[in-house]
């Protein structure tokens, strides 16, 4: 298992909601480490930590950023992502759709607790896609 930044070990890795981090999509297999979850270590320096619930609008705003998620690249096994596609998204791209307006909904038990040294809670929650 990958460093977890939240524990500070090995150990277990958290949610925003401080549980047990939840999977986030195994189909499309997701993740900096693609094993479904949105783990987080040193190596993962966008911070694939948020778990998020894609939009046709947030692929277009992702796309605009230089970002396309939605063509598939075989190359990296990627497979192209569709709206209602679960993701690990970059903290940081997460906040700038937040931002910007356009953010997707967030499976809060399934974004990592290192997320909330870049994007508050209280943002998170106001886009949760599951209850809390």
């Given at each position: 298992?990958?460093?977890?930044?939240?524990?500070?070990?090995?150990?277990?890795?958290?949610?925003?909601?401080?549980?047990?981090?939840?999977?986030?999509?195994?189909?499309?297999?997701?993740?900096?480490?693609?094993?479904?979850?949105?783990?987080?270590?040193?190596?993962?320096?966008?911070?694939?930590?948020?778990?998020?619930?894609?939009?046709?609008?947030?692929?277009?705003?992702s796309m605009s950023r230089g970002n396309d998620l939605s063509t598939p690249r075989p190359e990296y096994d990627f497979p192209g992502l569709r709206p209602g596609d679960r993701w690990c998204l970059c903290a940081a791209r997460w906040l700038e759709a937040f931002e910007a307006g356009c953010a997707p909904r967030v499976v809060l038990s399934a974004t990592h607790a290192r997320t909330l040294a870049l994007v508050p809670l209280a943002a998170l929650a106001a886009h949760a896609a599951d209850a809390h």
């Open positions: 298992m990958p460093f977890d930044h939240a524990s500070g070990s090995g150990g277990a890795p958290r949610s925003v909601l401080g549980g047990p981090l939840a999977d986030c999509s195994h189909d499309p297999k997701t993740g900096f480490y693609r094993d479904g979850c949105c783990h987080t270590g040193p190596e993962d320096r966008g911070v694939h930590t948020v778990c998020a619930v894609l939009t046709d609008e947030f692929l277009k705003f």
